[in-house]
T-cell receptor, first 115, second 109 residues
Framework: DAMVIQNPRYQVTQFGKPVTLSCSQT?????MYWYQQKSSQAPKLLFH???????NEADTPDNFQSRRPNTSFCFLDIRSPGLGDAAMYLC??????????????FGDGTRLSIL | GEDVEQSLFLSVREGDSSVINCTYT??????LYWYKQEPGAGLQLLTY?????DMKQDQRLTVLLNKKDKHLSLRIADTQTGDSAIYFC?????????FGAGTRLTVKP
């Protein structure tokens, strides 16, 4: 089945130690998104790629970076994780941007813990 | 805070109907979505409605849209324990999707 896959499901890192979360998709969608979700809150969009075009949200900390080496893969890099970065990180895709019915399809997320 | 608002909790008995409500603010939103999130998982797309419709039914799910009041609801008929989850409504904007904070549905046997 076509899907959005996130690895790992659980990630533990140390305070200040860089960490990379990965996402892959078999949907061949043009747009890939990264969200941060804290407990009992809505997912918060960090950034998205439309093809190779990177779009950062205005309030996303500089500590968060992303790479999309090809259509299928997208990575979230956290350069120096702080305790406040502990959260669920969700990757999503959509076929296109713009008007029309463009639902986002989500992976199961990576839960990040900071020691 | 979010512009999409939902009540945070709903508790129903197994077999009853559940109604989850949502209000949104952007009248230009063309599509509105309902997602389900089970513990430790991502968001699963349940259904959607186009803004020129006022109702959509899909098996046990019924979506009602009152565009004048910017009010969206999700009705789950014959609610089962497997329906226990957090339900998010979301409005589609041109380049973004805006989510509510989610309604935690608890189904009691």
């Amino acid at each position: 089945d076509a899907m959005v896959i996130q690895n790992p499901r659980y990630q533990v890192t140390q305070f200040g130690k860089p960490v990379t979360l990965s996402c892959s998709q078999t949907l061949n969608h043009n747009v890939m998104y990264w969200y941060q979700q804290k407990s009992s809150q809505a997912p918060k969009l960090l950034f998205h790629y439309y093809d190779k075009d990177f779009n950062n949200e205005a309030d996303t900390p500089d500590n968060f970076q992303s790479r999309r080496p090809n259509t299928s893969f997208c990575f979230l890099d956290i350069r120096s994780p702080g305790l406040g970065d502990a959260a669920m990180y969700l990757c999503a895709t959509s076929r296109e941007k713009g008007a029309g019915n463009q639902p986002q399809h989500f992976g199961d997320g990576t839960r990040l813990s900071i020691l | 805070g979010e512009d999409v608002e939902q009540s945070l909790f709903l508790s129903v008995r197994e077999g009853d109907s559940s109604v989850i409500n949502c209000t949104y603010t952007d009248s230009s939103s063309t599509y509105l979505y309902w997602y389900k999130q089970e513990p430790g998982a991502g968001l699963q797309l349940l259904t959607y409605i186009f803004s020129n419709m006022d109702m959509k039914q899909d098996q046990r799910l019924t979506v009602l849209l009152n565009k004048k009041d910017k009010h969206l609801s999700l009705r789950i008929a014959d609610t089962q324990t497997g329906d226990s989850a957090i339900y998010f409504c979301a409005e589609r904007e041109i380049n973004d999707m805006r989510f509510g904070a989610g309604t935690r549905l608890t189904v009691k046997p």
